[in-house]
């Protein structure tokens, strides 16, 4: 009784604390169970539902290896020499492939990306001879995309493709007109007196121009002479081949680019005879996109400050 318990007051508040005390603890519990299970539930959701990368499984019995290169030819993306070059040995190396087609709808690139395809795939033909590999053509097959593709055992297209564009360009702007006309004065410091090679907010110097055309030829000559050893015999050279202009599925096939008409589908089918059709492509995860896209904004944006923004390419 409380006039028998001079403390009942203190004692009624702290069972009263108590309480309140272990329903808040029983509250937060309950709190992180369902955040925990919300979260087990997007888990499962981004398992099933996202393209996590890497390639198909394999499965027992002889296909058709298939290898998308699609979009621009860079050391980024899914069009890298990395990428395209580890679906390849994947696919020369699986015991079940009978044959390599690889769908291209590309403008083009990198030289240097386009031309390390090329020796892998000349590599990996010497090496596995009974494997035949195969370009199908969609939209376009331009520059870089066409680079690759001479090297394989033929090519395939439909009457609509665009093909060709053998050459190479190094583009840019010039500023020192605008510059003039708001009063802004250029102040560039170098250390070696080509640094600021092709400066768009310089004036044009001849001599550099003259050594970016020559650097220009030369990847030129290296991107013809590698159509000429990929196609042989079977191409009809005129004077505009490797003038840098394009032609559709049925010129090219009259000119030698392209051997005949054919899809995916029809190449696996009627050549190499297995209608199985696995996708090796090699696609970047959800990290892997992150981190990369990262470095490679930091990276261009260092390089852009140090060397300059100029380079050639393949399209």
């Not at 890298?80 to 390849?88: P, Q, W, Y």
Request: proline share 3%; glycine share 10%.
């Amino acid at each position: 009784m409380p006039e028998n318990n001079p403390q009942w007051e203190r004692q009624l508040l702290e069972k009263i604390a108590f309480a309140a005390l272990k329903e808040q603890r029983a509250k937060r519990r309950w709190g992180i169970f369902f955040k925990l299970a919300v979260l087990s539930y997007l888990v499962a959701v981004l398992v099933l539902v996202v393209d996590w990368g890497g390639t198909e499984k394999i499965v027992d019995g002889k296909h058709t290896a298939l290898i998308n290169l699609r979009g621009t030819i860079e050391v980024t993306g899914d069009a890298s020499a990395e990428k395209i070059n580890g679906a390849l040995q994947s696919a020369f190396e699986d015991k079940g492939t009978a044959g390599i087609i690889m769908r291209i709808n590309s403008p083009g690139g990198s030289p240097v990306q386009s031309g390390i395809v090329f020796d892998e795939i000349r590599r990996l033909r010497t090496k596995y001879p009974e494997i035949p590999l195969y370009v199908v053509v969609e939209d376009l097959c331009a520059s870089g995309g066409y680079y690759i593709a001479s090297a394989a055992d033929k090519i395939f297209v439909d009457k609509a493709s665009i093909l060709g564009s053998i050459g190479v360009l190094m583009d840019g702007f010039g500023f020192t007109g605008t510059m003039e006309k708001f009063g802004v004065e250029r102040r560039l410091l170098t250390a070696g007196m080509n640094k600021g090679f092709l400066d768009p907010f310089s004036p044009q110097d001849a001599k550099q121009k003259e050594h970016a055309q020559v650097l220009l030829g030369e990847i030129h000559r290296q991107f013809i002479d590698v159509v000429r050893k990929g196609r042989g015999g079977r191409l009809k050279e005129t004077p505009e081949m490797f003038s840098g202009l394009m032609w559709t599925g049925s010129q090219s096939i009259r000119m030698g680019l392209a051997d005949d008409f054919g899809t995916v589908d029809s190449v696996a089918r009627d050549l190499i005879k297995a209608e199985t059709i696995l996708d090796y492509s090699v696609k970047e995860n959800i990290a892997e996109r992150f981190a990369k896209r990262l470095g490679a904004e930091m990276g261009q944006s260092m390089a852009f400050r140090l060397f300059g923004s100029d380079r050639a390419v393949l399209r």
